[in-house]
């Protein structure tokens, strides 16, 4: 059911559209996922998906699926972070910032971690990622789908964005804003959202929101990028913020963003002083494509402008030999075909540190980079995200599970598996695909799967 007051809105702004737009409110919602480009090509993934699929024609690596008929959580595939789940639409925004392998990047709202994981795979897992999230909880849960995707030049935070401003002055290049917002373009999915939305609620989030940009325009250098984004349709919380950011910083500049199969400008007369330049931002409705509601601005910032400049020093990655001989042993028995790792230690635990990263002192790290494991008495026992980033040609010994088998249903409950004749760590793929650790001792494969991960037995 939807509020009354959110129907009686969508007709007065909407007007002749109206109709087509809760009509939409009837049918299936649009469902996606989205491949691991490191992982898998698009090539394969079109011959093995293990369920039906249809390309998004306005996403690279994004495809539709029924949400009815299938359950892409449950494939091994998924454990395997081959693909990540998320909403079409919201697939859109991430490829607006552009990114390179050389860019420094910040997702300033990141959780669950649906656009950090694909801005990282756009860099090639290269550059540096930093992914924040106020809410500790929530940034687990983005840390969590970091690791999934394998990734090694991304840093997770747990930190308000007013801290961040202070410590990051005019630090980085790209900078994503998708802000907490009412939620309304995924009213057919979050019944939650329905329930919590009020006009109060949303003239309060747009308030917040223009905090998160402000906030950003202090850590993006001159002539850097900012995207916002929200799921929602206000214009309180999309057109009119940007609108009082463009007016604010009169640096700033919208980029026009490319429409193309239904995606749609911002409206200009729903701005409150007729700000042309808003039609350069794109709304995403589901009347007019296969997805859900959304909006997305880019801004430059301009090539003068005079912010204080960050005075942050990058980590110096120590020399650690006889520290690391354990690691260094386990390295050159099963590691190979990969460059070495810029190793940091944080008490016994071993990261891969990435590049340009600077000292984060005082800040609530989450994940420093890609973990790589533990130094334990006489002994280095790898991190359930090294398997995940490594590829199963770059370690020595391999235990290979079938997808059309029970055999890694039973692995990712914990259970222990039968030998093949190795001896020591594993690296246990399924269809190829690296999915966690095993270590095989007198023929049985102990299992290392993390067991907060585990499925758990009914």
């Known amino acids: 059911m939807l509020p009354e007051p959110f129907i009686q809105k969508m007709k007065t702004l909407l007007k002749a559209e109206f109709e087509a737009f809760i009509k939409t409110y009837e049918e299936e919602r649009a469902a996606g996922v989205r491949i691991h480009p490191l992982k898998i090509s698009k090539e394969k993934w079109e011959t ?17 699926y029924s949400y009815t008929s299938s359950e892409p959580g449950k494939h091994p595939y998924h454990f395997a972070g ?22 420094i990047v910040l997702d300033l709202c990141a959780s669950p971690g649906g656009k950090s994981t694909q801005i990282a795979t756009m860099m090639n897992n290269k550059g540096l990622l930093i992914a924040n999230e106020i809410h500790p909880k929530r940034a687990k849960v983005l840390s969590e789908n970091v690791e999934r995707f394998g990734l090694k030049n991304t840093v997770v935070l747990n930190e308000t964005s ?22 309304e373009g995924m009213f057919r999915k979050d019944e939650e959202a329905r329930i919590y939305w009020s006009q109060n609620h949303v003239e309060q989030l747009s308030e917040q929101q223009k905090v998160l940009l402000d906030d950003a325009y202090e850590m993006l250098q001159p002539g850097g990028i900012l995207v916002y984004s929200t ?7 999309n057109e009119q913020v940007i609108e009082y950011f463009l007016n604010k910083h009169e640096d700033m500049e919208l980029v026009a963003i490319e429409k193309m199969n239904g995606i749609d400008d911002g409206r200009v007369e729903w701005t409150k002083n007729g700000t042309s330049s808003i039609e350069k931002t794109a709304r995403l409705w589901p009347h007019k494509l296969k997805g859900e509601g959304h909006f997305a601005a880019k801004l430059r910032k301009g090539s003068s402008s005079n912010n204080q400049k960050s005075k942050l020093k990058q980590i110096i990655v120590p020399p650690l030999k ?33 590049d340009n990263c600077p000292e984060l002192k005082g800040l609530k790290v989450v994940r420093w980079g890609l973990h790589l494991g533990e130094l334990k008495k ?10 995940l980033y490594l590829t199963e040609k770059e370690f020595n010994q391999t235990y290979t599970l079938s997808s059309h088998e029970d055999e890694w249903k039973r692995f990712v409950k914990g259970e222990t598996l039968k030998g093949i004749g190795n001896k020591g760590w594993t690296l246990v793929t399924v269809d190829g695909f690296p999915i966690g650790w095993g270590k095989e001792t007198n023929g049985i494969l102990k299992n290392y799967y993390p067991k907060g991960l585990r499925i758990q037995p009914k």
């Open 82 to 103: 081959v693909y990540y789940i998320q909403e079409p639409s919201a697939m859109f925004v991430a490829q607006l910032l552009d990114v390179t392998e050389e860019d």
């Open 231 to 237: 799921c929602t349709f206000s214009p309180e919380e």
């Open 322 to 354: 006889n520290v690391l001989k354990d690691y260094k042993q386990f390295e050159e028995t099963y590691i190979t075909n990969h460059p070495s790792f810029r190793i940091q230690m944080f008490g016994n635990h071993l990261y891969h540190i990435p």
């Open 378 to 387: 006489n002994r280095f026992e790898p991190n359930h995200a090294l398997a």
């Open 48 to 64: 093995i998906a293990p369920f039906s699929i249809e390309k998004i024609p306005f996403v690279e690596n994004g495809y539709y």
């Open 162 to 183: 007013k801290r961040l401003a202070k410590v990051f002055p005019s630090f980085f290049s790209k900078i994503l804003v998708d802000a907490p917002c009412s939620g």
